[in-house]
């Protein structure tokens, strides 16, 4: 029960992060939603350190990456808003925009997770 109320704060923290850079980020006008990419990466990197970090040293116990990790990263990141904005770029015709997104999320996503264990090596 512990670990579950663990991951519920985490989620939420992280939910109501990934709200706030969408809020502030995301552009109306052009619909790029920039919020949403930041949060991507920005979590990407966040899991990468804390996963990394976690198998690097025993600082780390499972209630903390279950809180940082599966709980903030989870609710920080978030793929269902990202296929939304991807189904919006597409029916407005914004092939550019849909293409630059989608390939730079999981690049730089990708990238990120990657940096987030090298820079805890």
Request: without cysteine; hydrophobic residues 55%.
């Given at each position: 029960m512990k670990q579950l109320l663990l991951v519920f704060i985490g989620g939420g923290?992280?939910?109501a992060l990934r709200f706030?850079?969408?809020?502030?980020?995301n552009n109306s006008e052009t619909g790029i939603p920039y919020g949403t990419f930041l949060?991507?990466?920005?979590?990407?990197?966040?899991?990468?350190i804390i996963l990394g970090y976690a198998a690097k040293s025993e600082t780390l116990t499972q209630n903390h990456t279950l809180l940082l990790a599966t709980g903030f990263c989870g609710g920080f990141t978030t793929?269902?808003?990202f296929a939304y904005e991807n189904h919006v770029l597409l029916k407005s015709g914004d092939f550019t925009s849909f293409a630059l997104y989608t390939i730079a999320s999981f690049v730089v996503?990708?990238?990120a997770v990657f940096a987030g264990i090298y820079i805890v090596k």
């Open positions: 923290f992280g939910s706030l850079f969408g809020k502030f980020l949060a991507n990466v920005l979590g990407s990197l966040l899991i990468g793929f269902s808003t996503g990708f990238l």
